[in-house]
């Protein structure tokens, strides 16, 4: 994997669960999943903020996983060469 791809992949998690951010640059009407979730739990509809929660783990999870092998990968073979 390439330092790019890396790169990549570790600013896609850390933007996925960037509140302030998102909620300053937000287009009108569009909201996003951390919005969501903010917007459930400041409602105190903790439930209902659950399920956007549990997606930006997952979301952010997959990549992560990713990484962690290639980088496992990487060290086995040069460890063996």
């Not at 009407?29 to 783990?57: C, K």
């Amino acid at each position: 994997m390439s330092g790019a791809s890396a790169a990549a992949i570790i600013l896609f998690v850390e933007t996925l669960k960037e509140l302030p951010a998102t909620l300053m640059l937000r287009p009108f009407n569009w909201d996003t999943l951390a919005v969501q979730a903010f917007a459930y739990a400041s409602d105190e509809r903790l439930a209902a903020a659950t399920l956007p929660s549990l997606l930006i783990t997952a979301a952010g999870l997959g990549p992560v996983i990713l990484l962690s092998l290639q980088l496992t990968r990487a060290g086995q073979s040069r460890a063996a060469g």
